[in-house]
């Protein structure tokens, strides 16, 4: 099993969650997170004030899934998220040792 975290712009959400979901996909977490890299945050002007936004709003969404599935999601992911502009975000993939439902007990892919 593997994680898959991806930091995603907050309008790509409903696309990249179309993708996954035809993939079959049963669920996934999604937060509201802030954040900067490259992009380094952004200046904007209110009320003619001047002031330095640091950090950018971001969505992460986490799925845990089979092994198999990985490169299906990492490629649907970035498919629907790039918009070809600095500041579209990251994936990162990690293993996973278990995964056990609560409800009935099931364990590894079985939980999933």
């Known amino acids: 099993m593997k994680k898959v975290e991806c930091i995603i712009k907050p309008f790509k959400l409903d696309d990249v969650k179309a993708a996954i979901c035809n993939l079959g996909i049963d669920g996934m977490t999604v937060s509201e997170v802030r954040g900067f890299g490259r992009q380094k945050g952004h200046t904007e002007l209110y009320r003619g004030a001047e002031y330095r936004i640091d950090f950018i709003p971001k969505i992460k969404i986490e799925l845990v899934v089979a092994g198999d599935q990985v490169e299906a999601v990492v490629s649907a992911v970035q498919l629907e998220a790039s918009t070809g502009r ?10 996973i040792e278990d995964s056990i439902r609560i409800r009935t007990g099931e364990s590894g892919n079985d939980s999933l």
């Open 86 to 95: 600095i500041g579209d975000g990251k994936i990162f993939v990690s293993n």
